[in-house]
């Protein structure tokens, strides 16, 4: 004698499909969270914050996001390397390395000293050196400032936009939100909207 015994378990292969499909949703959850606080940053770079005239740093910072590793900054992805981004996310002194002074151009100012000819140095009253120039009238026209050192304070440009979405992150790769994003993309069949595709 033998007896049939059926059980359903659709409920369990589900779940399987699920939590197999949750290294994905993860990643998915990271690159929108990126996405986003990449967003923010450059906002915050725009020159409200932080006076960036080039906009070399805004250009310059990307996201990067692997199976459970998200990267910020410059030199991220396709980004090039910005040499003062860290000086200015910590602040600190900057020393010539090179030369005998540091050469800081004035507003309006743009290009190196060597590209402004018959430029020369003067001391102004107040004890500055500066590098000025003549221009048609005889007057003297003020290019750059120099100094032996300079302070840079700490405009946290990075962090601080990081720290702002902290709450989100934590939130967005939650173990029940992972798993739901997971659910969804399995249940919804929309491999394309899952990076590097579907479950």
Same mark, same amino acid.
């Given at each position: ?7 359903? *378990? ?76 860290? *000086? ?97 993309? *399995? ?13």
């Amino acid at each position: 004698m033998s007896m049939d015994i059926k059980i359903d *378990i659709s409920g369990a292969l589900e779940k399987n499909s699920i939590i197999r499909a949750m290294p994905r949703a993860l990643k998915y959850q990271l690159t929108k969270w990126g996405g986003e606080t990449l967003k923010h940053i450059k906002r915050g770079l725009q020159g409200v914050r932080l006076n960036v005239g080039t906009g070399h740093l805004r250009r310059n910072v990307g996201l990067s996001v692997t199976e459970g590793k998200l990267e910020l900054g410059t030199h991220v992805g396709n980004t090039g390397e910005v040499k003062y981004a860290r *000086i200015l996310e910590e602040g600190g002194k900057i020393t010539p390395k090179a030369k005998k002074f540091l050469t800081i151009p004035l507003p309006g100012v743009k290009g190196l000293a060597r590209n402004y000819p018959g430029a020369f140095i003067i001391k102004s009253k107040a004890g500055n050196l500066l590098i000025v120039q003549k221009d048609a009238r005889g007057r003297l026209k003020p290019l750059f400032l120099l100094r032996k050192e300079v302070t840079i304070p700490a405009f946290h440009w990075l962090s601080e936009s990081v720290e702002d979405r902290r709450r989100d992150l934590d939130i967005a790769t939650s173990e029940q939100a992972v798993f739901n994003m997971a659910a969804k993309l *399995i249940k919804g069949g929309n491999r394309a909207e899952l990076p590097g595709g579907g479950p």
